[in-house]
């Protein structure tokens, strides 16, 4: 089996759940018969790979990640894009990943109709599509009817064996993170668009005493979130996982107030690590939680605050961290490739190349 992957993500962003996922795929992908096409980046993922990335065109990536792949590729080749582009090669079997509709549900104009033209041409012409989750199947299905259901399968995202839980976690938080030691603080990881609710986690930690938001990855903080916000919060940019580990492990709970996931990665890394999780009953975090963390049906302040202030409970914290625990287990980056690969022969199988 031949297979064709095409890094350009690697490119699109220097951080984030693609990236995450497709580093993941690449680094088990040894003893095949692969090549890699992509460009120079400062991605944080590829970053930890040693491989040949052959060079496809002499465009700018900005350009080329609109265009359908130029090269020709032996016939019967598996090709599968990190980000919604496909080969028009009839002899060829296209795969693509589905990992949200988040532009399809919050954004608009010229944005959303350019990646909604990209991702509906990739997922037509694709012989197998891949969904991270039920739900992102359920709105795949939503916004394309026509896809024949055969065609998707449904692989669940993993989580990076680094996350766990750390005998003396208070030591490893006072060697690297000193100004945390003796503090109650709340988590918050990842991007902060409108439908991440942010706003919310900014509004929970105002309401709750002595009690400080530690804030992982995204921009930079705008100068009004750093006035509401005063003292009562730090954050971090590019920390690596074992940091994130430790983070995870003294931290009171992660607050994760998102209206719209894929599937959540953050969720799960945190229960891996001992870390409850405060959440929202929508989209696909229901089935990534299960009743292993603590679900708002409406997204205010006060169902946050609520849900927080139930984890003062210690007895009830710690049946929720070993339901989180054991939760995590079903998530496995291992068992991904193994659906991945076993999905490409599956299909590769009936195109009958």
Known sequence: MRIVYDNIIFSLQKAGGIS?????????????????????NENIFASNFNIEVKEESLLPYKINRYLDFKRKIPKGTI??????????????????????????????????????????RAIKKSDGIICISQNTKKDLLKFYPNIKEEKIKVIYNG???????????????????????????????????????????????????????????????SQIYKERLGQN?????????????????????????????????PIVEAMKAGCPV???????????IGDAGLMVEKIEVDEFVNAILKLENKS????????????????????????????????????NL
Not at 196 to 210: M, R, T
Not at 278 to 288: G, H, M, Q, Y
Not at 324 to 349: N, P, V
């Open 20 to 40: 995450l996922y497709w580093s993941e795929l690449i680094s088990r992908l040894k003893n095949l018969d692969i090549t890699f096409y992509g460009y120079k």
């Open 79 to 120: 090709f599968h894009s990190s980000y919604y582009r496909i080969s028009n090669q009839k002899d060829v079997v296209n795969i693509t990943t589905v990992h949200d509709f988040t532009y399809e549900y919050y954004r608009s104009g010229l944005a959303r109709l350019i990646h909604s033209w990209q991702k509906g």
């Open 159 to 221: 989580v990076s064996d680094t996350f766990c839980q750390l005998n003396e976690a208070s030591q490893y938080l006072k060697n690297s993170y000193s100004v945390l030691e003796n503090k109650k603080y709340i988590l918050y990881v990842g991007d902060r668009s409108g439908y991440k609710n942010f706003d919310i986690a900014v509004e929970v930690i105002q309401k709750i005493y002595n009690t400080i938001l530690v804030i992982i990855g995204g921009g930079e903080l």
């Open 233 to 265: 919060y730090i954050h971090y940019q590019g920390i690596n996982s074992k940091d994130l580990n430790i983070l995870y492990n003294n931290a009171f709970c992660l607050l994760y107030p998102s209206s719209y996931e894929g599937f959540g990665i």
């Open 278 to 288: 405060i959440s929202t009953n929508s989209s696909s975090i229901p089935e990534v």
């Open 316 to 351: 009830y914290k710690k049946e929720l961290i070993s339901k989180g625990l054991k939760r995590a287990d079903k998530f496995s980056w291992d068992k991904c490739f193994k659906e991945t690969l076993q999905f490409y022969k599956e299909i590769s199988g009936k195109k």
